[in-house]
């Protein structure tokens, strides 16, 4: 009943973690022509990682960073995956999904890491681009191997962020991101083919220790969140357009190490911070400061507030010299490459 209850409590709390933009039928070729180039590589180095568990069986190309370009590796991490326009035959198999993994990383993360990950993106095609469900056949398959505990706890450390995303709406680089009129047949084909798949993760246990550490997580942006609220109201209540400019970032500067920055650091949470979760609140300061600045010019005139400006240091950017606009920025930054 527990677990049921925090389940229910964390899918409550899903947010939009990321929007990836749609790819056009041509980019998604060239894409593809790459990453067969680039497979086809690994198989004849020997550079493959065999995985069979739980009646699935696949391969895990490991690669060079080096080979895969960067506007394909922006959308990617440490794994990823390529489903194919149409069956590849290969030797004596048929590939329809491709599975690499940067070779880098394999010189100090286990195997383990890998093959998890790899499920992950074997659930994004039976789920269809569901991450969450992905994430549970990931965990699933740890927890079945008597290293659920292990796992989280290596992603606690390596990458938080990943455990923070779990719960969240995100869309990947998958066929269903093609415009509807450019979708080939073989798509709807393979979907058809993989539906029931879906159901089957859906029955999957979510593991115990893994929904409280990210319920843990979840607090400590909440957390962050109240203080975040905190710096806001001490700006609204403290500053005004009659406060110089130079006054006024000096003042927001010392709220946010007050109120934030020293907490974050004293408590340990700076990696443990998921940006869409506060997203909001960080928009709010940054209005609140352009704000209370155009007011200023108002109330002083262009000439005045430009001297001011230049009183500040700031004179080239908005936020470019600002402490505050690098707390901000230091809130948002993330640890992508598990995700």
């Known amino acids: 009943m527990e677990k049921e209850k925090l389940e229910k409590l964390l899918l409550r709390n899903i947010v939009v973690a990321e929007e990836r933009r749609r790819i056009s039928l041509q980019s998604y070729k060239e894409r593809e022509m790459i990453l067969k180039r680039v497979y086809r590589r690994a198989v004849v180095m020997r550079n493959i990682i065999k995985i069979e568990k739980f009646g699935i069986s696949f391969d895990i190309a490991l690669v060079p960073k080096d080979q895969i370009p960067g506007w394909i ?23 329809e999904l491709l599975i690499f993994g940067i070779r880098e990383y394999s010189l100090f993360f286990p195997k383990d890491i890998f093959k998890y990950l790899a499920f992950h993106e074997i659930g994004e095609i039976l789920s269809w681009g569901n991450h969450t ?28 962020q990943k455990l923070l995303t779990i719960f969240s709406f995100r ?22 083919k993989i539906f029931p798949f879906r159901g089957k ?93 155009y007011k200023r010019r108002d109330l002083i005139g262009e000439e005045k507030w430009i001297r001011e400006w230049q009183e500040a240091g700031m004179f080239t950017s908005l936020f470019a010299q ?17 995700i």
């Open 73 to 95: 590796f922006s959308e990617t991490g440490v794994v990823f995956s390529h489903l194919l326009l149409k069956p590849w035959i290969l030797g004596k198999t048929q590939k």
């Open 171 to 192: 869309r990947h680089f998958l066929p269903y991101l093609l415009e509807k009129k450019e979708k080939k047949s073989f798509f709807g084909k393979f979907r058809k």
């Open 201 to 293: 993760i859906e029955s999957l246990e979510w593991p115990m220790g893994l929904l409280s550490e990210i319920k843990d997580l979840l607090e400590i942006n909440e957390k962050v969140a109240f203080l975040l609220e905190k710096v806001l109201l001490k700006m609204k209540n403290q500053l005004s357009p009659e406060t110089p400019i130079p006054e006024m970032i000096k003042k927001i500067d010392e709220f946010l190490i007050e109120e934030l920055m020293i907490e974050i650091y004293i408590r340990g949470w700076r990696d443990f911070i998921n940006p869409p979760r506060i997203e909001n609140l960080i928009i709010q300061i940054e209005k609140e400061f352009a704000r209370l600045l």
């Open 322 to 338: 600002s402490r505050m606009h690098y707390y901000l920025k230091f809130l948002k930054l993330t640890s992508p490459d598990l």
């Open 133 to 160: 469900l992905a994430s549970k056949l990931e965990f699933a398959v740890a927890e079945r191997e008597g290293k659920g505990k292990w796992y989280v706890s290596f992603l606690k450390r390596h990458c938080p």
